[in-house]
């Protein structure tokens, strides 16, 4: 009885951000647990990628590339599910992110133009793509929506623009939580600490993996590890859960990931 309600077999969830890292680890997760998936981001490669490997599990996948800072190419997302599947049960939002080098810029050098493109990126979309599923899960009378934040959302960061927008997903989801309750529609939002990242450099995967040392269970996470946590908020497992945000962190925003936080865990 438990572990049927883990599972996800006649569902159908779209996730953004799926064409590596943490979107497409999650998105495999949803797939073991028995969903369809219509896998969304910018790079048609990619995609073509991990629906392979979402096929190789025994499940169906559909790619759509997209950018989601666009409301009408998120529209499309959700078209794709209904097209290829007739239902929309999760809408996973994790595109996101940003340039090093806007990130990169103090508050008093950051040009309108990165500010602004900043928050399409990680705050319209989760919105375009909240709004779109939404207005399918009401018609239904069910639906989950998953938005990924940030660590930074909870601490600030040096990344303003990236920090400011990923707390205004947090305090989108609470909204959407409220207003979508009574259609049956849950929202809540992952909030990653800092995770091992591919197709990143070897010496900025060497200074991220340092910064483990300030963090409670002495590691950096893996992407691995945020599906579990996918599958459990998509899930009926988590049908009293609404407008909540799970920390994924190994207890970093207890104590900082920063020196000035917990003191390095040695051996």
Not at 106 to 124: F, H, K, Q
Request: net charge neutral; proline share 3%; aromatic share 4%.
């Amino acid at each position: 009885m438990v572990r049927e309600k883990f599972e996800l077999a006649g569902k159908t969830a779209a996730v953004t951000g799926a064409g590596r890292g943490i979107g497409a680890e999650m998105a495999c997760a949803l797939a073991h647990a028995g969903a369809d998936l219509v896998l969304a981001a910018r790079t048609e490669g990619q995609l073509e990628a991990v629906a392979a490997r979402v096929r190789e599990i025994g499940r169906r996948a559909e790619i759509v590339t997209a950018d989601v800072s666009d409301p009408i190419q998120c529209e499309r997302i959700v078209e794709r599910c209904m097209e290829a599947f007739g239902r929309i049960d999760v809408m996973l939002s994790n595109a996101g992110g940003g340039s090093p080098a806007a990130m990169a810029k103090s508050v008093v050098a950051t040009p309108d133009d990165d500010w602004r493109s900043m928050i399409e990126l990680n705050l319209y979309s989760a919105f375009y793509c909240a709004r779109a599923a939404a207005r399918r899960m009401v018609e239904s009378g069910s639906g989950v929506i998953i938005n990924v934040s940030s660590g930074a959302a909870m601490r600030g960061h040096h990344t303003h623009a990236y920090a400011a927008a990923k707390a205004g997903v947090i305090s989108l989801t609470k909204s959407l939580a409220l207003e979508l309750a009574r259609h049956n529609v849950r929202a809540n939002v992952i909030v990653p600490g800092v995770v091992a990242q591919e197709g990143r450099s070897e010496e900025r995967n060497r200074q991220r993996a340092a910064r483990g040392a300030y963090i409670p269970v002495g590691r950096i996470g893996q992407v691995t590890e945020l599906g579990p946590l996918a599958v459990f908020l998509a899930s009926d497992a988590s049908s009293y859960i609404t407008g909540q945000s799970f920390v994924i962190d190994g207890g970093g925003l207890s104590g900082g990931i920063t020196p000035g936080g917990w003191e390095p865990r040695t051996p």
